[in-house]
């Protein structure tokens, strides 16, 4: 009997704006949306493999250039795929990546987007979960940081900068203002109350650094030496900043992220200060990491699998990080469930855990999978069980947040424009402080 060869048939291409509060950073404020993109990878077997990238009109319609190059490939074959992106689009240069906390690099997108898909569609061929297309289970559940934000109040959406008064528990308290050391406070005990956080990570690099120093030591105040803390200014800071409040934080931080730009100083600022570093801005590609550990400019890596070129890119790293003695965490921006889905798999099969991982998951109250949000309990969250990444999408939430994405206007993610509607005339700067 003839085989029938496995074929991708259609790729469905859907871009979603997602409430989001205005949560502030280096780059600016948060816009009332998060833009995402979902993808539907159809098979000549009737399987359809999903996954979840961050959005952007240049990156949808790269997806849409891609689609007519995998269209009757084989959705196992994403080496192939890959070399088959690579001559169209040409390999990322380093300085696609851009200068803002998030990554804007275009083939790494659309790959991580397909390799997701496909592992899903290899999942539910098998009957599987994707974690044991990793490798299996290395745990059975995956603890994720608290991610607090200085904030201006609002619950985002169509609300904006308006709240919803009937909000209780923790959908109240991600509408509040937090712009004080008290408030971060009070947003880390709603955050932890509500989701059983282990470790803490404060975005910082948004107010002046004497008052995200403080935070970082009311938070220790507040939860203790047994809780784990860590800040992420976005690179913003200057090396002598980072020095002076680095100091203050020593015996108090489990890790400091990005306080400065670039690895030059990243290794500068390691020699001064005694705080393990880590990164998602300064070491973000295979091709940094030779000069990272030369450099000794970081010794924890955040992955992302959405950056980082998918998720067996993300275990390769892993053992790069165990390799060369450098630990191994996750980054996160705005996103849904389909991402955290493929998130918690990568995170149950890593062989190297070290750090509970980041994850904006609390912030978004939409929802694009059936059965609502995944539950986040005790901090972590099960692997999903079922085949694939045993998550499905919600047409009808997909189909409203889709409208969300037709009407609120916004194409890219562009938090320095949001931030002018707050403070007319600001900019965003390489180094601020
Ligand atoms: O969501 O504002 C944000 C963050 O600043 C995000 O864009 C960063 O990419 O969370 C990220 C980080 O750790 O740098
Ligand atoms: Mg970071």
Same mark, same amino acid.
């Given at each position: 009997?003839?085989?029938?060869?496995?074929?991708?048939?259609?790729?469905? /291409?859907?871009?979603?704006?997602?409430?989001?509060?205005?949560?502030?950073?280096?780059?600016?404020?948060?816009?009332?949306?998060?833009?995402?993109? /979902?993808?539907?990878?159809?098979?000549?077997?009737?399987?359809?493999?999903?996954?979840?990238?961050?959005?952007?009109?240049?990156?949808? #319609?790269?997806? &849409?250039?891609?689609?007519?190059?995998?269209?009757?490939?084989?959705?196992?074959?994403?080496?192939?795929?890959?070399?088959?992106?690579?001559?169209?689009? *040409?390999?990322?240069?380093?300085?696609?990546?851009?200068?803002?906390?998030?990554?804007? %690099? @275009?083939?790494?997108?659309?790959?991580?987007?397909?390799?997701?898909?496909?592992?899903?569609?290899?999942?539910?061929?098998?009957?599987?979960?994707?974690?044991?297309?990793?490798?299996?289970?290395? %745990?059975? %559940?995956?603890?994720?940081?608290?991610?607090?934000?200085?904030?201006?109040?609002?619950?985002? *959406?169509?609300?904006?900068? *308006?709240?919803?008064?009937?909000?209780?528990?923790?959908?109240?308290?991600?509408?509040?203002?937090?712009?004080?050391?008290? #408030?971060?406070?009070?947003?880390?005990?709603?955050?932890?109350?509500?989701?059983?956080?282990?470790? /803490?990570?404060?975005?910082?690099?948004?107010?002046?650094?004497?008052? &995200?120093?403080?935070?970082?030591?009311?938070?220790?105040?507040?939860?203790?030496?047994?809780?784990?803390l860590r800040l992420d200014p976005n690179a913003i800071w200057s090396l002598e900043t980072a020095v002076k409040y680095g100091k203050q934080m020593e015996g108090v931080l489990e890790y400091y992220e990005d306080p400065v730009r670039g690895q030059a100083q990243m290794s500068q600022l390691a020699k001064l200060v005694d705080i393990p570093l880590a990164t998602n801005m300064c070491t973000t590609s295979f091709g940094d990491l030779p000069e990272s550990i030369r450099l000794k400019s970081e010794q924890i890596i955040l992955s992302d699998h959405h950056f980082w070129g998918g998720l067996r890119a993300s275990m390769e790293l892993n053992r790069i990080c165990q390799t060369f003695g450098r630990g191994f965490s996750m980054h996160s921006n705005s996103h849904l469930g389909i991402?955290?889905?493929?998130?918690?798999?990568?995170?149950?099969?890593?062989?190297?855990?070290?750090?509970?991982?980041?994850?904006?998951?609390?912030?978004?109250?939409?929802? +694009?999978?059936? *059965?609502?949000?995944?539950?986040?309990? &005790?901090?972590?969250?099960?692997?999903?069980?079922?085949?694939?990444?045993? +998550?499905?999408?919600? @047409?009808?939430?997909?189909?409203?947040?889709?409208?969300?994405?037709?009407?609120?206007?916004?194409?890219?993610?562009?938090? @320095?424009?949001?931030?002018?509607?707050?403070?007319?005339?600001?900019?965003? @700067?390489?180094?601020?402080?």
């Open positions: 009997m003839k085989k029938t060869t496995l074929q991708i048939t259609n790729l469905i /291409i859907t871009p979603i704006a997602v409430g989001d509060p205005p949560l502030l950073n280096a780059a600016g404020l948060h816009a009332p949306y998060a833009l995402r993109i /979902i993808i539907e990878l159809e098979t000549n077997a009737g399987i359809t493999g999903i996954s979840e990238i961050p959005g952007s009109e240049r990156i949808r #319609q790269a997806l &849409e250039k891609a689609k007519p190059l995998i269209l009757g490939q084989h959705p196992f074959e994403m080496n192939l795929i890959k070399q088959v992106l690579k001559a169209h689009f *040409g390999e990322d240069a380093a300085d696609q990546r851009g200068n803002k906390p998030w990554d804007q %690099r @275009q083939l790494i997108h659309i790959f991580s987007a397909l390799e997701v898909a496909s592992l899903d569609v290899m999942g539910k061929l098998l009957n599987e979960p994707v974690v044991n297309l990793l490798g299996g289970k290395a %745990r059975d %559940r995956v603890p994720f940081a608290a991610y607090l934000f200085y904030k201006y109040e609002g619950a985002g *959406g169509a609300l904006g900068f *308006g709240v919803d008064p009937m909000a209780k528990g923790w959908e109240a308290g991600r509408q509040k203002e937090a712009l004080s050391p008290e #408030q971060i406070v009070d947003q880390a005990m709603s955050m932890c109350a509500s989701f059983g956080f282990k470790s /803490i990570k404060l975005k910082g690099g948004a107010l002046e650094p004497a008052l &995200e120093c403080e935070s970082i030591l009311a938070l220790r105040r507040a939860f203790g030496a047994e809780m784990p991402s955290m889905a493929a998130m918690v798999h990568l995170g149950a099969a890593i062989p190297q855990f070290d750090y509970a991982l980041d994850t904006h998951y609390p912030w978004q109250l939409d929802e +694009v999978i059936k *059965g609502g949000k995944l539950p986040i309990v &005790e901090g972590s969250v099960e692997v999903p069980s079922g085949p694939g990444l045993g +998550v499905e999408i919600d @047409q009808a939430q997909l189909q409203r947040l889709h409208k969300n994405y037709q009407a609120c206007g916004l194409t890219e993610r562009d938090d @320095q424009t949001a931030m002018q509607a707050k403070q007319p005339g600001w900019k965003f @700067q390489l180094q601020r402080w």
